[in-house]
């Protein structure tokens, strides 16, 4: 996340199978304008859902993720894009001029007991042992934890608004980090790679039968965030100067 000024959020989210960024402009109370690009996008119709991210504009700014995904219809949106404009929102409410970098780590696994961590502007702030692919295993106070079922509300209510944050990044990244193991590429459509119909912009049922896949768009960063977002400033002129 970058606030080159205290007006406007540029935001990145870039993993092996998705690349998404997004500018939101605000008045330092609600947002008021929303752009978005989708360099790498695994089916057809995600590109759509790029103009569906401007059911963000009139969203208050807050530091509570769970208010702005109560904003609009999550299922309408995609979910990686709409989870990255999510923490533009929240960046913009701490009214911080400058930039915010998590990097979220889950390497390769064949079966749990694995770790997953973050780090903040590159320190680490969780380490997680995960118990299953959807439960936590240790440490305190997450052991026992899963990663659906009310995760975000909980951390909201157990720890401060940038502790909160980092959970919930974590909790995204290793939730979704399963699908690293499903062969996209012998994917002809998002119903064949098994994409659960119904959650989001690309599965609802207009599309869902018409997702095919956009092949060629994995990339393997393997351990290293180096390469990731390098080259998000060529599409933000904002950012020229940060």
């Known amino acids: 996340m970058v606030a080159p000024d205290d007006t406007t959020v540029v935001v990145g989210l870039e993993d092996d199978m998705h690349h998404y960024e997004a500018a939101l ?4 109370t609600r947002i008021t304008g929303v752009e978005a690009a989708g360099p790498r996008m695994p089916w057809e119709p995600c590109s759509g859902a790029l103009d569906q991210l401007q059911f963000l504009v009139g969203c208050p700014l807050t530091t509570t993720a769970s208010q702005v995904f109560a904003w609009t219809d999550v299922r309408q949106q995609c979910t990686h894009l ?3 404009a999510v923490l533009g929102v929240l960046h913009a409410a701490r009214g911080e ?17 694995f770790d997953a961590w973050i780090e903040r502007d590159g320190v680490e702030l969780l380490r997680w042992r995960m118990a ?6 240790s440490p305190e106070p997450f052991a026992g934890r899963q990663l659906k079922g009310g ?6 209510q157990a720890f401060e608004p940038e502790e909160a944050e980092a959970a919930w ?7 979704l980090s399963g699908a690293r193991h499903s062969e996209l590429e012998d994917c002809d459509d998002a119903v064949e790679s098994g994409l659960v119909a119904n959650v ?3 599965s609802q049922p207009e599309r869902y039968h018409v997702a095919f896949r956009r092949r060629g768009t994995l990339r393997d960063h393997g351990p290293s965030a180096d390469g990731m977002l390098v080259d998000m400033p060529t599409r933000w002129p904002q950012l020229h100067d940060t």
């Not at 299953?132 to 295993?137: A, C, Q, W």
């Not at 990044?169 to 939730?175: D, E, F, I």
Request: glycine fraction near 4%; include cysteine.
């Open 169 to 175: 990044v974590l909790q995204r990244t290793t939730w």
């Open 200 to 202: 989001c912009w690309t």
């Open 25 to 28: 402009i605000h008045d330092g």
């Open 151 to 156: 995760f975000v509300y909980w951390c909201e």
């Open 132 to 137: 299953t692919t959807l439960k936590i295993e």
């Open 82 to 84: 709409y989870d990255a």
């Open 97 to 113: 001029v400058g930039i915010r970098q998590y990097d979220a780590t889950v390497p390769d696994w064949d079966k749990p007991p």
